[in-house]
């Protein structure tokens, strides 16, 4: 697929997703940002930019804590929803921009907290992602990588990228955890320092925030059905004691929260 096959991709789903997942409740988990901000370690000087900031939860979540804070995403309809949060939140310290990050519009060290979460795995090359963060944060800022991660299996890794392409056409792939460290190593950042945490819900909700192509839906239940028993996506899928059928499947994905400081 080129780059700008793949970039209408997430336009289309974007744009489709732009409300049911920036108002969904694992993604605006409160205690999950809160351990991303942790990582980060925010002071009252910092500039932070978040790389494909959706709907700008993870900006306005920062923003309180610093000078100024900048989202960048290529998707217009979930700009607008990052709008309307800063402006329900009543924050002001903080700026919008339309863009591809593989381009960051920046200078080299603009910002001393750069910061991307749940997008790496929609990036066809997450490496040149990671060097263009590198690139425009100050020596001395901190680099914070958010996402899932896949099993270090490599069955169970591309079963769950299949899975994931299904349910979201603009998926590229999740790395798995050796793989994002690796991001920091090759880039001369050493070894990040790393937190967990599970973004944990039912199918059914992740269906109704998802575009799948027609039909695909049953395809992504009969996988984690699967699941269950055979693990063969990495990750715990289960069955509530007592219920019956697709709609009450309760999966969870492992999140990892990776930072390094910028040398
Ligand atoms: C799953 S959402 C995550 C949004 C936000 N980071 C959050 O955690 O709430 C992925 C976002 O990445 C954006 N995106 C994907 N690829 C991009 C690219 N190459 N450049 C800019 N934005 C991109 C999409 O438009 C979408 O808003």
């Not at 490496?127 to 990588?145: L, N, Q, S, T």
Request: aromatic content about 8%.
């Amino acid at each position: 697929m080129t780059d700008a096959a793949h970039q209408d991709l997430i336009r289309d789903q974007f744009t489709r997703q732009a409300t049911p997942f920036s108002t969904a409740a694992p993604i605006a988990n409160e205690a999950a940002l809160k351990l991303i901000i942790d990582a980060a370690r925010p002071g009252p000087d910092d500039r932070l930019l978040d790389l494909a900031c959706g709907g700008g939860i993870v900006v306005c979540a920062f923003a309180p804590y610093l000078r100024h804070a900048t989202g960048i995403d290529a998707t217009p309809a979930m700009l607008e929803r990052a709008r309307a949060l800063a402006a329900e939140k009543g924050i002001t310290n903080i700026s919008w921009q339309e863009g591809e990050v593989e381009h960051l519009p920046y200078p080299d060290s603009a910002f001393t907290i750069v910061v991307t979460r749940f997008a790496m795995h929609h990036f066809l090359d997450p490496a040149a992602v990671f060097r263009e963060m590198v690139r425009v944060c100050a020596p001395g800022g901190r680099i914070v990588v958010v996402d899932t991660y896949v099993s270090e299996d490599p069955a169970k890794a591309a079963a769950f990228n299949r899975l994931e392409r299904l349910r979201d056409p603009s998926h590229a792939r999740s790395l798995a955890l050796a793989e994002l460290k690796a991001l920091y190593r090759t880039a001369g950042l050493g070894e990040p320092r790393t937190s967990f945490y599970e973004l944990r819900d039912t199918v059914t909700n992740l269906l109704a925030r998802s575009f799948p192509n027609p039909g695909d839906d049953k395809k992504i239940i009969a996988m984690f059905e699967t699941a269950i028993t055979d693990d063969s996506l990495g990750i715990p899928v289960q069955r509530p004691a007592g219920s019956k059928g697709g709609d009450t499947l309760e999966y969870a994905y492992p999140v990892a929260i990776l930072a390094a400081r910028r040398r």
